[in-house]
């Protein structure tokens, strides 16, 4: 096997990671091979450990460790039970968390409903949720998802699926962010800020 | 520890490879964590393939095979020692292989004089270049060095490092790509081409 070989199946792996083109890949294993500082040594050591310390939340799909399952958050009996946030990726809990607006539970869902993508109801962490509706007494679903096209359409699909169960189902605001400027805002944002604009 | 402690961790590796931001960093080692269909598996196994398989040609820099050591290129008798083309990375080599235009050998910098980046004549493979222009009387240097201001500058240097060998220097022809088209070509590339237009 040439050296070549091994780098290609080294980028291999690298292209599966969000945001990795082909060249970029290529990239990626030439500066591993090079090994600058230790580097090879030192990422896999980090993916090692990731893989002895880090789990996905059994309940909510979160990340947590091997030795706290159900996760901090799953666990804390100060959570309001009865409030039940969606979200697409374990990132997003934590960037929620990090607001501090939100004292409720989390659900994962771990992707997201794509016709193109090949990824179906069966491949999102959507019969956990319901069964998760039911079994908590959850009186509230707060959809977090993206604002893309592919995510609007997965809140459409749970807020149907939902409709049979007791729960109220909401969504957060769409309108402007925060800290930027009407001009430079696009317009379907500010269509939406507009529709949803509020009474003060 | 906390879970997201562990993805800080490898995050920070990520940040390492060439063009992870933060944030990109930050969505693979969710991704990572994750796991889809075993990526984090697959991944290591990679690397620790490249750990155990590839090293550096202790001649030209190029990627090799631990059993091939100097690389089949400096150990091809057939290829021209006369000519030596200076690239600043193995990948580079590949590249200019695949163009089928070059027989003679390749000393790789692994990496470019950066003043800013703290990269000075030390932090790359000059001094071995030097002694490889006297050892294996090579009659020529090709530069091969990226385009940008600090490509540029490394060949200004190496050019005058080389002033007291009996080798002559040569670079790259700079002008229009292939498949371009004079009206999406910047102007510094249309300046150099005109510079060095060719009578035919």
Not at 43 to 54: F, G, M, S
């Given at each position: 096997?040439?050296?070549?070989?091994?780098?290609?199946?080294?980028?291999?792996?690298?292209?599966?990671?969000?945001?990795?083109?082909?060249?970029?890949?290529?990239?990626?294993?030439?500066?591993?091979?090079?090994d600058?500082?230790?580097?090879?040594?030192?990422?896999?050591?980090?993916?090692?450990?990731?893989?002895?310390?880090?789990?996905?939340?059994?309940?909510?799909?979160?990340?947590?460790?091997?030795?706290?399952?159900?996760?901090?958050?799953?666990?804390?009996?100060?959570?309001?039970?009865?409030v039940?946030?969606?979200?697409?990726?374990?990132?997003?809990?934590?960037?929620?968390?990090?607001?501090?607006g939100?004292?409720?539970?989390?659900?994962?869902?771990?992707?997201?409903?794509?016709?193109?993508?090949?990824?179906g109801?069966?491949?999102?962490?959507?019969?956990?949720?319901?069964?998760?509706?039911?079994?908590?007494?959850?009186?509230?679903?707060?959809?977090?998802?993206?604002?893309?096209?592919?995510?609007?359409?997965?809140?459409?699909?749970?807020?149907?699926?939902?409709?049979?169960?007791?729960?109220?189902?909401?969504?957060?605001?769409?309108?402007?962010?925060?800290?930027?400027?009407?001009?430079?805002?696009?317009?379907?944002?500010?269509?939406?800020?507009?529709?949803?604009?509020?009474?003060?």
């Amino acid at each position: 096997v040439k050296a070549a070989d091994h780098l290609n199946r080294l980028s291999a792996q690298l292209g599966r990671l969000p945001g990795v083109g082909r060249r970029t890949a290529e990239r990626m294993a030439f500066r591993i091979a090079r090994d600058p500082e230790g580097l090879l040594a030192d990422l896999t050591e980090a993916l090692r450990n990731v893989a002895e310390q880090v789990r996905c939340c059994s309940r909510c799909g979160s990340i947590t460790t091997v030795r706290e399952d159900p996760c901090p958050v799953c666990a804390d009996a100060r959570r309001d039970g009865s409030v039940l946030c969606v979200v697409e990726d374990a990132s997003d809990i934590l960037a929620i968390e990090a607001s501090g607006g939100y004292a409720g539970r989390y659900h994962a869902l771990l992707g997201k409903l794509s016709p193109g993508g090949n990824s179906g109801p069966a491949d999102i962490r959507l019969e956990e949720l319901i069964r998760r509706v039911d079994a908590e007494s959850v009186s509230e679903v707060v959809l977090a998802l993206n604002t893309d096209v592919e995510s609007e359409a997965t809140c459409g699909y749970i807020r149907e699926r939902l409709k049979e169960h007791a729960v109220r189902v909401s969504r957060l605001a769409a309108g402007l962010p925060a800290g930027s400027g009407i001009m430079y805002t696009d317009s379907v944002t500010l269509a939406r800020a507009m529709r949803g604009r509020q009474a003060m």
